[in-house]
């Protein structure tokens, strides 16, 4: 079965920086599609970051120019790098990987919380 598996949460202060990655297996990664969600609590589910199979990009406005989403093909993994990290990005993070079309099925991470605080 598909499998993802994220990294990289923790704690960090406020203007600081952490990087998530995504492992994944199972799926042929080249030509999926790969998210990153969001969940803070008591929100709704949010899409923070895409990056498709052919490296295009698209940000929430909420964390553009502040991260970064990239994609390495070769070890079927996806990062997240997340600077200027501000108190209102605590949030329980989720990578997705999405099956091209027709199917477009998403399969899910099981998270990695971020907490910012001072």
């Known amino acids: 079965q598909v499998q993802l598996v994220e990294s990289g949460g923790g704690l960090a202060q406020p203007g600081g920086s952490l990087t998530l990655s995504c492992a994944t297996s199972r799926i042929i990664f080249s030509i999926y599609a790969m998210h990153w969600y969001r969940q803070a609590p008591g929100k709704q589910r949010e899409l923070v970051a895409t990056?498709?199979?052919?490296?295009?990009?698209n940000y929430a406005d909420s964390v553009k120019g502040r991260f970064t989403i990239s994609r390495d093909n070769a070890k079927s993994t996806v990062n997240l790098q997340m600077n200027s990290l501000e108190p209102e990005d605590t949030a329980v993070y989720y990578c997705?990987?999405?099956?091209?079309?027709?199917?477009?099925?998403?399969?899910w991470g099981q998270g990695t919380q971020v907490t910012v605080s001072s």
């Open positions: 990056i498709t199979s052919d490296g295009s990009t």
């Open positions: 997705c990987s999405q099956q091209p079309p027709p199917g477009s099925t998403l399969y």
